[in-house]
């Protein structure tokens, strides 16, 4: 092997669940986050339609979890593929891989959220699952898409060829799998502590060949959805851990290193709170920009259906002329007309002109700009 081994830190056999976790030192941490999360949480119930103001919250997530792995895509290329190929299309051979990668990390996501509504619980099985939908397709298609390591993995440093971390062996996977959802579903500490805990397991033993920090960061939104902590799967994190992606991976390593389990809870209830504060601070931000718009589409369109194209907008910032006029509920001959008269008033933008067959590609401007990342 090219790559150091001797200042690797290696997985805390034995050591998990903690047996101690000293709560004098983040209680005043799980306060604050539970009372921002909360406040985020009771906006979402007071939404008459959450999809509209969180579809955007979603792609924002999708694209920030998977750049921290290396797959760096744009916001405005993830609602082009969705304009051109909707959300479970044909995916085309001339789109890059990364956005493939991310169309498929909402795609497992929303998948996940489906089982569990339809009441199936967190577990091995389900995370198997996941695993085989976010790598289904390009590259993670070669990286045993929905199955478990049988070779040992590391975590390096790759311009510096040290090995960083030795997560758990492949012998000893299925134990240290077992223990921790037995943990996640019986475990009667603090929803967000176990949270906290669950995520850094995961992440340790990195059960899979490839998309583990992908997975590992779902399953946060996945635990806070099905404990009750947020009423809705709309909780995202990933935007603090890439801002602090060296404390977030330092920290994770010292529950293994020293077995510094509350040092990594207090991080992460940090960054609970301050994710929690700007998720809703972006939220707020489209619900007034969509009050703002309601009475200009109103004035402009002049129709019983100005909601309808408003609706359509908001959860569609980009998109094709004739999914516009097919599936936004609107008479098509009078979304067409929609769409001429908001792009002369400059509400929505003309990113493609129409070509041949081709219908012209649209955007919301003002919508994008809260959300690019």
């Not at 009423?231 to 293994?256: C, L, Q, T, W």
């Not at 609706?311 to 004739?322: A, K, L, S």
Request: with cysteine; charged share 25%; hydrophobic share 40%.
């Amino acid at each position: 092997m090219d790559f150091n081994l001797e200042n690797a830190v290696q997985y805390h056999y034995d050591q998990f669940p903690p047996q101690e976790l000293d709560y004098s030192r983040f209680v005043g941490a799980l306060v604050k986050a539970t009372d921002a999360i909360a406040r985020y949480d009771q906006m979402i119930k007071n939404m008459h339609n959450s999809e509209i103001f969180l579809a955007p919250l979603r792609n924002q997530e999708a694209v920030i979890s998977s750049r921290m792995e290396g797959t760096v895509s744009t916001m405005d290329e993830i609602l082009k593929y969705e304009a051109d190929y909707g959300n479970d299309g044909a995916d085309s051979s001339h789109v890059r891989s990364d956005v493939i990668e991310t169309i498929l990390y909402q795609r497992a996501l929303r998948s996940a959220q489906g089982a569990m509504e339809d009441g199936y619980k967190l577990s091995i099985s389900m995370v198997k699952g996941i695993h085989q939908r976010l790598l289904s397709l390009g590259r993670g298609a070669t990286k045993a898409p929905g199955k478990f390591k049988t070779e040992q993995n590391y975590l390096a440093d790759r311009q510096k060829k040290n090995i960083l971390f030795v997560p758990i062996s492949p012998e000893k996977l299925n134990d240290g799998l077992e223990a921790l959802f037995n943990y996640i579903n019986e475990s009667d500490h603090p929803e967000l502590i176990k949270t906290a805990v669950a995520h850094v397991e995961f992440e340790s033993l990195h059960p899979f060949q490839d998309g583990n920090g992908r997975i590992g960061r779902m399953l946060i939104t996945l635990m806070l959805w099905s404990s009750g902590t947020i009423s809705a799967p709309h909780f995202y994190i990933s935007g603090y851990f890439e801002e602090n992606k060296d404390a977030y991976i330092d920290i994770m390593r010292k529950v293994s290193e020293d077995g510094d389990w509350t040092q990594w809870c207090l991080f992460f209830l940090d960054a609970i709170e301050k994710q929690a504060i700007r998720n809703l601070s972006i939220a707020e931000g489209i619900r007034g920009l969509y009050e703002d718009m309601k009475p200009i589409f109103s004035d402009i369109l002049s129709s019983k259906y100005s909601v309808n194209a408003l609706d359509f907008v908001f959860t569609n910032p980009v998109f094709r002329n004739n999914r516009f006029t097919n599936n936004s509920g609107i008479p098509s001959a009078t979304a067409a007309r929609f769409a001429r008269v908001l792009s002369e008033k400059g509400v929505i933008s003309v990113i493609e002109q129409p070509a041949g067959r081709r219908p012209a590609l649209y955007s919301f401007e003002p919508l994008l700009k809260l959300v690019r990342v």
